[in-house]
């Protein structure tokens, strides 16, 4: 068995892959599915992804057949590395595959400086739930997306990138504070960023609490600015620089 990075010869394998784990992982409709396989890895989707420095591709290869891969983000260096899928053949599950390629993923995105880690899964993937519960990944929030018009709740999981991390070494969890144009004093979550073209969304809170019934928006780390929308297929726009972060990853699947 081989993990390598992939290349855009094995789009036909990851599209295989990715269609047969989600019919069995996840209770979507097969228009919903082959909607998002089409858009997330049609070829040249999937080319620009293999170019970019802060994305991180992986496959499992054995018998010279593609078994698995992962797919992953830097967000920021010193901050997140969000494992975005991790998808193994369902006739390949559990003989270890997911859990090595899990281990070499983390380990190149620490490599790549992430000192934490995130993954997202729908509630209703049991297994997929079990799969990072049991690399001691905490639940730490949840998120409502919509796909193919029907509402899924999404868990959020995070966990310190490598076991040896100090609190010098990973962010603090402390809130940085800022102010809105009418003067009212924010919480900056630096734990809780968000990818964006021109630089880094942080949650912001009212409340330095941070709790869920707390949150006021997001603060635009590449203008310092509170001054953002964002639309119902998730993609944030900063107002004053227009610093965009990316619809959510089901983003495929809406109408």
Same mark, same amino acid.
């Given at each position: ?12 394998a990851?599209r ?5 784990s ?6 979507l409709?097969?228009r ?6 089409t ?6 989707r ?7 420095d ?10 010279e ?12 260096e ?6 975005l899928?991790?998808h193994?053949?369902?006739a390949y ?5 997911g ?7 983390r380990?190149?995105l620490v490599?790549?400086?992430a ?9 209703? !993937?049991? #297994?997929?739930? =079990?799969?990072? *519960?049991?690399f001691d %990944?905490?639940?730490?929030? +949840? ?8 509402p ?14 100090t609190?010098?070494?990973a ?11 009418d ?5 900056v !979550?630096? #734990?809780?960023? =968000?990818?964006g *073209?021109?630089?880094? %969304?942080?949650?912001?809170? +009212?409340d ?5 019934e707390d949150?006021y ?13 964002m639309d ?10 227009g610093?965009l ?9 809406y109408?």
């Open positions: 068995m081989e993990i390598r990075e992939a290349t855009i010869d094995d789009g036909d990851i295989r892959i990715a269609r047969d989600m019919e069995g992982s996840y209770s409709s097969p919903a599915i082959d909607g998002a396989v858009q997330w890895y049609d070829d040249d999937l080319e620009r992804k293999l170019g970019e802060d994305y991180l591709f992986l496959v499992v290869e054995d018998d057949e593609v078994r698995a891969f992962s797919e992953s983000d830097l967000v920021t010193g901050g997140n590395g969000d494992l899928w991790l193994v053949d369902p599950r559990g003989g270890g595959i859990a090595d390629l899990f281990e070499e993923t380990d190149h490599g790549m400086g000192a934490q880690l995130r993954a997202k899964v729908l509630e209703d !993937n049991e #297994e997929g739930n =079990e799969f990072y *519960e049991s %990944f905490e639940r730490v929030d +949840t998120d409502t997306v919509e796909i193919d018009d029907e899924y709740i999404e868990n959020i999981y995070m966990k310190a990138g490598t076991a040896e991390a609190p010098e070494e962010p603090s969890g402390s809130p940085a504070t800022t102010t809105t144009p003067g009212r004093e924010m919480y !979550n630096s #734990e809780e960023v =968000e990818r *073209e021109k630089g880094p %969304f942080f949650t912001a809170y +009212t330095p609490s941070m709790n869920e949150k928006g997001y603060f635009c780390a590449n203008c310092e600015s509170l001054d953002n929308a119902t297929m998730g993609r944030v726009k900063c107002n004053s620089c610093n972060r990316k619809a959510t990853r089901w983003d495929a699947t109408g």
